[in-house]
């Protein structure tokens, strides 16, 4: 997720616009913005159902602690590209 967040960066930063249509170019970048934030907001939910015991032993290891970062870090990623695209969609 991460790399399309990027190849979508690299992609708009060189070349201004995808489609020449600021309405479109918006429209994919919320679009993707939206996908990439899915799955890690997923995967959150799923956390808060988890009885409490679950989610000590889930919070006690740290690779799982590492889990729930990378999760976080998709999701700050997946909004900030929905951001792009609605100032896209709006510019």
Same mark, same amino acid.
């Given at each position: ?14 070349l ?10 918006g429209?994919?970048?919320?679009? *993707?913005?939206?996908?990439? +934030?899915?799955?890690? &907001? %997923? /995967?959150?939910? !799923? @956390?808060?159902? *988890?009885?409490?015991?679950? +989610?000590?032993?889930? &919070? %006690? /290891?740290?690779? !799982? @602690?590492?889990w729930v ?23």
């Amino acid at each position: 997720m991460l790399l399309l967040a990027a190849l979508y960066a690299v992609l708009v930063n060189e070349l201004g616009s995808l489609t020449r249509n600021p309405r479109v170019d918006g429209t994919i970048g919320i679009g *993707l913005g939206l996908f990439i +934030f899915s799955y890690p &907001a %997923s /995967a959150a939910v !799923d @956390l808060l159902y *988890l009885d409490r015991l679950a +989610f000590h032993r889930l &919070a %006690s /290891a740290w690779a !799982d @602690l590492a889990w729930v970062g990378l999760n976080l870090l998709v999701m700050v990623v997946g909004c900030m590209v929905t951001i792009a695209g609605a100032t896209k969609f709006v510019g």
